[in-house]
């Protein structure tokens, strides 16, 4: 028996694995930090044996809350990720399997691989409407990658999509890769609708350094890149420093940050209610927006969320805020689950890879919808 994270994303300790029924594990904190939650390993044995894993010292993790009703994901193929039912207690989640294959791999959401990164980027480039731009390297020399989709002229909006400043929040390039294919997809009326009227910047990855890594929440220096949008520098956050400074290069009509949540069982969107310009116009291009993702998708509702922020209080360090503030445009961090959707529950797979692809798009006809008003 043998476990192991030596790959692309892999996060474990191994504490012990002797006794197939007794196996004990922690995740790694993030370098030079102390948050803690992704994890991705892979197991080796003998087939159809019962096997028991207790991941422990979650109490001191990023959420704890996170792992009330989590179940754990897996896969044989890398391909296909599926819910493995567990329980959490005590600061330990607990989960029996009985392997059909030599070697199982688990994971805190369905991982999204540096390669098939590199894959979206290889295949964006190649279609006639995109064109992908490097804008610098991250600390651990990987490349800061940026596509435009669309020909940019001074009577279209720009509307950035940005993913992944957290790492570990794999769901987010899911959704880009979703929205990616739909928007290059020259037979879709929603595409066609939306490239007439703008152009596309899209960041399927802030954070490759982390992702690599297998870090939750921090890039390579452990700097949390969703706190650095104020004063962003090449020592800490090149991330962050290079697209910003794109953005302001292109100027910024509409962005959508992409992430995932821990604790909550919905999909939702936390706006910039608490900048300090915000107005009934700012007001009316969220409202609007939300209306229409609401007829969109049932994946999609607005009773559950983060509590708004009082007039003024908005973390300006954050990136949806701070870009809505700067640039005076509708701003929204967009938030999926690690667990499921509650409103539509799914046992087998819970809120997943598939399902983000699927939001993803959907997300394009609701955009639709407030393109025209966006200035």
Known sequence: MKITSNFDSGNIKVIEAVDPLNIQLEINKDNQSDFFQWFHFRLETTPFQSHKLHINNLENSAYPDGW????????????????????????????????????????????????RHLDLLAWVQSQHACELETLGETLDGRDMSVLRV?????DKKTIWITARQHPGETMAEWYVEGLLHKLLDDEDP????????AVFYIVPNMNPDGSVRGHLRTNAKGVNLNREWQTPSMENSPEVFLVLNKMRETGLDMHLDIHGDEAIPYNFVAGSEGIPGYDDRLKELEDSFKAALLTVTPEFQDEHGYPKDEPGQANLTVGSSAVAHEFNALAYTVEMPFKDNDDLPDPDYGWSDRRSYQFGQDTLAAIVNVVDKLR
């Open 150 to 154: 669309g020909i940019p002229s001074s």
């Open 68 to 115: 009330e009703g989590y179940h754990a994901v897996a896969s044989y193929d890398r391909q296909t990720w599926f819910r493995v039912p567990s329980e959490y207690a005590n600061g330990t989640l607990s989960f029996e399997v009985e392997p059909e294959c030599g070697s199982m791999y688990f994971a805190y959401f369905a991982p999204y691989s540096y390669d």
């Open 190 to 197: 929603h595409a066609a609708a939306l490239l007439s009227k």
